[in-house]
């Protein structure tokens, strides 16, 4: 089933001769429950690209469509209600409230929706990702490794379509960043949460199920690395 479709999406800044394609006529698709690896060089247009499927950046021109909704044929209100329930960001900075404790962090996306907490969904979700006994700390009582843990965490509560990292692990030692692998690909097992995660590295490329290749705004290659 085709959880993401990306028509003909380009993004361009500037005009005349100072004009640059971030993204040129870009298409594809993307199955539900499908891990895929967008790498590429610095400034090829990976993060730009993410950024446009998060909904937090605009096309020049082109569709994204979520699970069948043409994301940007929505008003701004609609857009922020449909990004919270149905898109799952996490960045390399992990972009917590530094007055909220782990737990309302994570919860802060219900909270602004006005939805009911899931007990139990939260206390799967802090058991899986080892943060039981760190529900009250405020991030700055955390490790880096703890506080992207939390921004994973936030980003499960609503139980997405779409789960978008962009440089999740850029931020980490590596033995932090293999952990932070590790729970990612645990949610899109466990969950069956569509991941697409934007490296440099390419040891965490190989992990996923499909890598795309960006080079200049385009896709350079598409190649499935295990069906």
Known sequence: MEILKVNNLSKIYGKGDTQIKAIDNVSFSVEKGEFVAIVGSSGSGKSTLLH???GVDTPTSGQVLVDGTDIFSLDQTQLAIFRRRQIGL??????????????????????LDGRRLDEAHLKEIVTTLGLADRTKHLPNQLSGGQQQRVSIGRAL?????LML???PTGNLDSSNAKEIISLLKL????????????????EIALQADRIITFGDGH???????RA
Do not use: K
């Not at 007055?99 to 802060?108: A, D, F, P, V, Y």
């Open 52 to 54: 446009i499927l998060g």
């Open 90 to 111: 996490i960045y390399q900075f992990y972009n917590l409230i530094p007055i909220l404790n782990m737990e309302e962090n994570i919860t802060l996306p219900l909270l």
């Open 157 to 161: 509560i609503n139980n997405p379509a």
């Open 165 to 167: 990292a962009d440089e």
């Open 187 to 202: 949610s899109n097992q466990r969950y069956h949460q569509t991941l697409i995660l934007v490296t440099h590295d390419r």
């Open 219 to 225: 896709i350079m290659r598409d190649e499935v690395v």
